[in-house]
């Protein structure tokens, strides 16, 4: 069996490199029988006798696929509608066939056996070996819908109607309780099925929606919107019959109860997935003053379905999953008879009135956002002055008072600042209430003015409040992280209204907070937590550095805080994603604030002539970060900076001012070949090379005449005479191919010349 196993492990592999490299040339042949290779490979796909094995088949027909809609695209390009399907035409059956196979791979009423072999339970960050598997296989099918979307949707939605006619048959089955209807009675194992059958059939069909948009909208709006209706029906019925809290025949595990959770979860999903086709049909009956009661009456039943759902009970994943959806509805669609809708207006009324607080925190914050979007976002279809936003103002004031009535008595509380378990009381209050304020403010962020101004009014006090709130809390990331990830969002979607003022009057808040010694206690006393905490306000500083002229006074503390406050701290450390963080600011800083460190834009012609740097200091301490980052192990940082310095010499010409020439070059140069001569950065051994070459270019006679020299001179386990023959060697040519070819002849030689010494008998080489 281990020999089988080996064999189609490495025929896979075979097939995988063919389909890769060799496909394009030999389906150009006419010799090359390729309909008889997909025929085989799809013969090899079916029979393979383990899971493991039929995804890595799934893989390879993802780009068999790829190739194929890469080719029809530049078809289409070329020679049209006719072109693309002619270049298509012949896939056709074989494509078909073989997604009524994947389809048929996934069912549990067609292919249990193997299925239940597959492990359900996800590790943290990763999806589980059957959502894997699930994940590969309705890839293909995806991909196949690009090219015959119609055929694929005519298998689909049959079966999903099958499989959701068995799931509201459930409500007749059901035998009344004293607590509710129960389908104990049932066998758990049909029920698990059916449950992730119809799951995995929903979404497939929201997997369809992108080919019922766009210039496709009008030739299949008939089909699709039967579909939509039909899902909708479904999933009123689910929510008003509340079929999820029916009592289950479960397992120890309560899987059973976990498949109908994720099913009605992926009903929603899938209504979601067409949003944006609503948003199209929205817009359609707009500019053709066509009859909208077809789409309120949609949209009108998508809420009907969702509120109910936002009560105490329901379970976190079903709940979540109508948030986004509500989400989509007012961000894609944005109708203007949205607030009028009585599910709505009730929803809204809870949420003024406080009363969602009893919902878990997610579910709070995603319900806010979509009450806010509601209100703030500006209605499709309508001018400016019809969007009745005095009105809107107001109810936002009251919404925004419902979120955080709690939160903005806090300060005020007799001793609040002294009494530590009046502060310990209070974050669950704050952190919910800046959760859901982030949010709204992030809702704006790539909007008019108009609504960003009408939020910024609501939010005045709540800034305020907030501000107050970070000494004390700053020794607590749990909520120091909370209240920078809100001052983030508020600088990101709402600087213009707030102000270059206040933002630098708040952010030298921040800064007199971090100390250094703050900064040493919160990194190394909460380890990941404190790191957000330091990354989230080097974000808030990356955002201002990023503005060319609000903030330019400002650049050279926050220049000041980085190298001294922040840099030697994180520099001892090994995490690198703070590191990065940290770099991106300062490349940020060098790319957008060049001038800063070098005023003058004036090319010198005269070398006499002394270059003018303005914070020398500070410029040299930048690149001395850049090179020390270059002798540590991680590579991401690595490529980071390296990049950043290929990109700042393109733009601003590093390489040619003297101050780097006359310090730094001979360092950079050093580092980079020794690197490249140990191989600690193999991956990236082009850029370095590249890197070196644009470094030498400045001064190709400096470069052989003395750098190269210098190096060689200082390289250990090298005798003299192999020193003279390396110099020697490096071929004086400037174009980059011939220099790039001398430099690994030459870094292949040393290397040569260290093993060879190595080898030898200690003392008969003399060092």
Not at 580 to 603: C, Q
Request: hydrophobic share 45%; proline share 4%.
């Amino acid at each position: 069996m281990y020999s089988l196993s080996r064999y189609l492990s490495q025929f896979t592999d075979f097939i995988e490199y063919f389909v890769a490299n060799h496909i394009k040339r030999v389906e150009a042949n006419s010799m090359f029988p390729v309909m008889e290779f997909l025929a085989l490979f799809y013969r090899f796909t079916s029979k393979q006798p383990h899971t493991d094995g039929y995804k890595r088949c799934m893989d390879i027909w993802t780009d068999f696929i790829d190739y194929l809609i890469a080719h029809a695209q530049t078809a289409l390009a070329a020679g049209g509608e006719a072109a693309w399907h002619t270049r298509i035409a012949r896939y056709e059956e074989a494509l078909v066939v073989l997604m009524n196979s994947v389809l048929d791979k996934v069912q549990f009423q067609f292919n249990s056996h193997e299925l239940m072999e597959l492990d359900d339970e996800p590790e943290e960050g990763k999806m589980s070996e059957w959502q894997s598997f699930l994940s590969g296989c309705l890839e293909v099918v995806a991909k196949i819908s690009t090219l015959f979307s119609m055929q694929v949707f005519h298998r689909v939605w049959p079966l999903c109607i099958e499989l959701s006619e068995k799931f509201i048959s459930l409500k007749h089955a059901a035998q009344m309780t004293p607590q509710g209807p129960s389908l104990e009675g049932q066998n758990p194992s049909t029920l698990m099925h059916l449950f992730k059958d119809f799951a995995t059939a929903l979404q497939s069909v929201g997997r369809l929606s992108e080919h019922f948009s766009g210039e496709k909208f009008l030739a299949n709006l008939a089909d699709c919107q039967a579909m939509v209706q039909r899902l909708l029906q479904i999933a009123l019925v689910t929510s008003q019959e509340k079929i999820f809290s029916f009592r289950l025949p479960d397992t120890d595990e309560g899987e059973v109860t976990e498949a109908m959770n994720l099913l009605v979860a992926e009903l929603l999903g899938s209504l979601r997935a067409y949003s944006h086709w609503l948003a199209q049909y929205y817009i359609e009956c707009l500019r053709q003053q066509q009859d909208q009661s077809t789409v309120v009456a949609l949209i009108s039943t998508v809420c009907d379905i969702i509120v109910p759902l936002f009560q105490p009970g329901v379970n976190e994943q079903i709940q979540l999953a109508a948030g986004h959806l509500l989400v989509s509805i007012v961000t894609t669609v944005r109708p203007q008879f949205f607030l009028a809708l009585s599910a709505v207006q009730g929803l809204l009324a809870s949420a003024v009135q406080g009363q969602l607080s009893v919902l878990p925190e997610k579910v709070f914050v995603v319900i806010y956002r979509a009450l806010a979007c509601g209100l703030l976002l500006p209605w499709q279809g309508v001018a400016d002055a019809g969007q009745q936003w005095a009105a809107r103002s107001d109810e936002v004031s009251k919404l925004v008072a419902g979120i955080t009535t709690d939160f903005l008595r806090l300060p005020n509380q007799p001793g609040f600042a002294e009494n530590g378990q009046l502060l310990l009381s209070a974050k669950p209050h704050i952190r919910r209430a800046l959760a859901t304020l982030r949010q709204l403010a992030e809702s704006v962020e790539n909007e008019a003015s108009r609504p960003k101004s009408l939020l910024h009014q609501s939010l005045l006090t709540h800034i305020e409040t907030s501000l107050s709130l970070f000494p004390l809390y700053i020794s607590q990331p749990d909520i120091s992280s909370e209240i920078l990830s809100f001052f983030s969002a508020i600088f990101a979607s709402l600087r213009v209204q707030i102000g270059a003022d206040f933002t630098q009057r708040t952010v030298q808040t921040f800064m007199s907070m971090f100390s250094n010694a703050q900064l040493r206690t919160i990194l190394t006393s909460s380890n990941k937590l404190g790191c957000e905490v330091v990354e989230k306000f080097l974000g808030i500083l990356q955002l201002l550095v990023q503005e060319r002229t609000s903030f330019k006074s400002f650049i050279p503390t926050i220049v000041s805080f980085c190298m001294e406050q922040v840099y030697p701290i994180i520099a001892e450390r090994p995490e690198p994603d703070i590191k990065l963080v940290l770099f991106g600011v300062l490349k940020d800083l060098l790319l957008v604030h060049w001038r800063l460190f070098f005023p003058s834009s004036v090319i010198r012609r005269d070398d006499q002539v002394p270059e003018t740097v303005q914070y020398q200091e500070h410029f040299v301490a930048i690149m001395q970060a850049f090179g020390q980052s270059f002798l540590q192990p991680d590579i991401n940082v690595f490529r980071h900076n390296l990049q950043t310095m290929e990109e700042v010499n393109a733009k601003c010409k590093l390489y040619e001012k003297d101050l780097f020439r006359q310090m730094m070059l001979p360092q950079f140069l050093g580092v980079f070949l020794q690197v490249l001569i140990h191989k600690s950065h193999d991956l990236l051994a082009d850029e370095i090379s590249l890197a070196i070459y644009n470094m030498a270019a400045v001064d190709f006679a400096l470069f052989f005449s003395q750098l190269l020299p210098q190096f060689v001179i200082s390289a250990v386990e090298l005798t003299d005479e192999q020193k003279q023959q390396l110099a020697g060697n490096f071929q004086q040519e400037k174009d980059l191919p011939s220099f790039s070819r001398n430099m690994k002849r030459f870094l292949g030689d040393l290397r040569y010349f260290h093993i060879v010494n190595r080898c030898l008998p200690a003392g008969s080489v003399k060092l």
